[in-house]
């Protein structure tokens, strides 16, 4: 399920992407969705699109994308977490904002980083720019030393495949 429309898949009738939007909305004035141009998105009223460089073709890419734009801290959420809360997302900001300069506090469920999930902070673009571009995520962001904010991993769960989307989709029927 990865790849330039995985956005757009739909879980419950409503685009993957759109649950994770709603948490932010509920936390930020401003919400952007950072992907390259040929990134499949569903309509996001109120969101602004970002569009990166075609390379690297890294997930850091739109972290450090996002950070050079905003000029200032973001809150990244991957657009496949439809469990996340806004409850979670206040945690981390809180964090980020008492974290005495870290230059990340990332979320942490079982003890497991989750680097799509985060509060980055300018003063870390210079390390993730000098990051190997074939590095896997996990490792650069460990390198940065966040921050890290415990979640229950229920929480902090993508969608990645048919079957975490059959069981999401199952979740969501559960709780309806």
Not at 154 to 163: D, H
């Amino acid at each position: 399920m990865g790849g330039a429309g995985k956005a757009t898949v739909l879980l419950r009738g409503r685009p993957l992407a759109t649950y994770p939007v709603d948490a932010m909305s509920a936390v930020c004035e401003r919400v952007a969705v950072v992907g390259k141009e040929d990134t499949g998105l569903p309509e996001l009223p109120g969101v602004e699109r970002w569009v990166e460089p075609d390379q690297p073709r890294h997930p850091i890419a739109g972290i450090m994308f996002a950070l050079e734009r905003a000029e200032g801290p973001v809150l990244v959420c991957g657009v496949d977490m439809p469990f996340v809360t806004a409850d979670a997302l206040r945690s981390l900001l809180m964090a980020a904002g008492g974290s005495g300069g870290a230059r990340a506090v990332v979320a942490s469920a079982a003890g497991v980083l989750q680097p799509v999930l985060g509060v980055y902070s300018p003063a870390a673009l210079g390390d993730l720019r000098a990051a190997a571009p074939d590095a896997p995520l996990t490792e650069i962001v460990t390198a940065l030393r966040p921050a890290r904010v415990a979640l229950p991993p229920p929480l902090v769960a993508g969608v990645n495949t048919p079957e975490e989307l059959a069981a999401a989709e199952a979740e969501l029927a559960r709780r309806a």
